[in-house]
């Protein structure tokens, strides 16, 4: 188009890290509608330049060389892969996965190593300090495409940041595997707090007001060797974060994901504050507290966990997947259990026809829903839900990670509800995390309470917790400014003769179902999308919008995805009968000042002929 330059400057950083130079980062740019298609088909041009990705897509390539160097000293690196977990549990799970996908598997070929500390090393020996400790699940190397399904669906892999702590462990002798230890010299397990070891990761991105935090210049990078600095993590925001208080930040994000603790303080300051059950944020549950809260390593783990434990507590049934969903959590119901009945337009035909079969007998674990959905943003009508679940027994698992308790209140209608913190929760877009909550007025309570007290792992690495807990405390400020963004955003859209349809909570035809668990001070969230008439406009607009361009999603920036291309390549059709467009865009709105992004949207509207959009 004349007067737009053909390449614009945010199109050349293929491949590089959301945010720029993040080691931990959780997006990678995919500035094109090209390089998406690129990606999904495996072309060269795009997976050569791929340093990061999303971390149950992409293993982290500091994963990648712990694995190798344990496969050097453990196994073949020629003929075999190392699937890196954070316990032993989690690597029984990946065994038995690959064992049951793969029935001519010789089980003798699959083994599951436990790395533990060295009991005579003199860096683990202090017990004030974090044990290094990960798990590797040994296979024959083709059978990597079903290793690869059980590290994306189910979010058990290890997260960077420990693969790096545990991988320098690993290289100087202090984390050993278990089964070289004798009897006599086995490690004694502590009771006592977790702490750090000397050596720690750090993100060494500096400057102030990175990626919508406020926060002085950081402090100089530590340097390994000198005593004081293993002490801290959070040098860059100039706050000297202690990891002693790795235990104490957990306790602060369980909070406040409890809705009791919204003030933006340090955390010294949040583990002071009473928990305030009167709380207009509180969750509106009697008897609720902060012990119904689990964390987990990242949301699709919490999801996995939510499906395992209930079949745990009630036996093994099929389950409900009600709405579109995102891809993985289907995925889980289907893989991982019995089977799932799928209702993708998630609509009250949909829940008829639930009624009828459950009038006939049919017997079901769970429903799943998400509240709103990604990427169409619909709401199920969660009173109809609670009223069938009732009164047929089954439970109700709400993901609300992209309506997010500040906007919305679905706990009431839920026996478990599970979120991803990774998204705007943390809003870094620098860790992973995700949580479950249980109702402790659901029927399943006591049951789930029980098998969690044997079941459930604090698998989340402390070093993450830290990051977390740091990211999460203007969490109530952010939320009201991208409410404000994405729905100016969504009005600029709507107004577009190109556009076809645009996907928010205000304007989706079941906007009286989310203002039923909407909160008198909450919003329509942060997330929308739009399709297009003419695919060639989806791609012209895409490819200049100056926005961050990848995965995910609730970051303080905004980033933007054609998403159906992203999630759902090899299956258009299939989507495309839900209402999942080829053409569709989704939009994570940011922090951004609202006229800027006005500027961006309306030059990459402008792009698109006038032929085409008129």
């Not at 999904?40 to 795009?46: C, K």
């Not at 012990?291 to 390593?297: E, Q």
Request: hydrophobic fraction near 35%; proline fraction near 6%; charged fraction near 25%.
């Amino acid at each position: 188009m004349p007067g737009l330059p053909t390449v614009l400057p945010w199109n050349q950083t293929l491949g590089e890290s959301i945010p720029p130079d993040t080691p931990h980062a959780v997006s990678v740019s995919l500035p094109t509608w090209k390089a998406n298609v690129g990606y999904e088909e495996g072309q060269q041009w795009v997976v050569d330049k791929m340093q990061t990705g999303y971390p149950r897509f992409f293993i982290h390539k500091s994963i990648q060389r712990f694995a190798q160097a344990i496969l050097a000293q453990h196994g073949n690196t020629e003929t075999e892969n190392a699937m890196l977990v954070a316990s032993r549990s989690c690597g029984t799970r990946c065994r038995t996965f690959l064992l049951k996908q793969n029935p001519s598997l010789d089980p003798s070929t699959v083994r599951v190593l436990e790395f533990v500390p060295h009991p005579e090393k003199g860096a683990t020996a202090d017990a004030t300090r974090v044990k290094p400790r990960v798990t590797a699940v040994i296979y024959p190397k083709e059978y990597w495409p079903t290793a690869k399904v059980f590290w994306q669906h189910t979010g058990e892999g290890i997260s960077s940041r420990r693969g790096e702590f545990c991988h320098r462990a690993f290289d100087d002798g202090t984390m050993v595997e278990q089964s070289s230890l004798t009897q006599d010299n086995m490690p004694r397990l502590s009771k006592g707090p977790k702490r750090y070891q000397r050596h720690i990761s750090v993100d060494q991105t500096l400057g102030n007001g990175t990626n919508g935090h406020s926060h002085d210049d950081a402090a100089a990078t530590a340097e390994n060797g000198a005593p004081d600095s293993a002490q801290f993590v959070e040098e860059r925001f100039g706050r000297n974060l202690s990891v002693a208080h790795a235990a104490q930040a957990k306790l602060a994000v369980r909070k406040r994901i409890a809705g009791s603790l919204t003030k933006d303080i340090d955390l010294a300051q949040a583990l002071d504050e009473p928990i305030d059950h009167g709380n207009e944020r509180s969750r509106d549950v009697p008897d609720f507290s902060v012990d119904d809260v689990y964390l987990y390593g990242m949301g699709m783990n919490a999801i996995y966990n939510a499906h395992r434990c209930l079949m745990l507590s009630r036996g093994e049934m099929p389950s409900i997947m009600y709405g579109f969903p995102y891809v993985d959590t289907l995925k889980v119901l289907e893989k991982f259990g019995p089977g799932a009945t799928f209702y993708g337009f998630g609509n009250q035909d949909e829940l008829d026809d639930l009624e009828r079969r459950l009038e006939g007998g049919e017997k079901y674990l769970s429903l799943f829903c998400e509240f709103p959905g990604n990427p169409l943003l619909k709401s199920p009508d969660l009173k109809r839900i609670r009223a069938l679940a009732d009164k047929y027994d089954f439970a109700v698992v709400v993901d609300e990670t992209i309506g997010n308790f500040l906007n919305i209140d679905v706990l009431p209608y839920a026996d478990v509800v599970v979120s991803s913190l990774t998204k705007i929760f943390s809003g870094d877009c620098n860790v992973m995390g995700g949580s479950m909550i249980i109702n402790p007025q659901s029927r399943y309570h006591s049951d789930l309470k029980k098998t969690l007290e044997t079941e459930y792992e604090d698998n989340q690495f402390e070093e993450d917790s830290l990051y977390l807990e740091r990211n999460s405390r203007d969490f109530v400020d952010r939320i009201q400014r991208v409410n404000h963004n994405a729905e100016f955003i969504a009005d600029i859209l709507r107004v577009h003769p190109a556009v076809k349809q645009v996907n928010y909570p205000k304007y989706s035809d079941t906007k009286h179902l989310y203002d039923v668990c909407k909160l008198p001070d909450g919003g329509y969230g942060g997330l929308l999308s739009a399709t297009f008439y003419n695919m060639e406009d989806a791609q012209v607009f895409y490819d200049h919008l100056d926005t961050h361009k990848g995965p995910s999603l609730g970051t303080n920036f905004t980033l933007s995805s054609p998403f159906v291309i992203l999630a759902h390549y090899n299956e258009l059709d299939w989507a495309a009968q839900f209402g999942c467009e080829a053409s569709l865009i989704r939009f994570s709105v940011g922090l951004e000042d609202t006229e800027a992004l006005k500027k961006v949207f309306e030059f990459a509207l402008a792009a698109i002929p006038t032929s085409n959009g008129s």
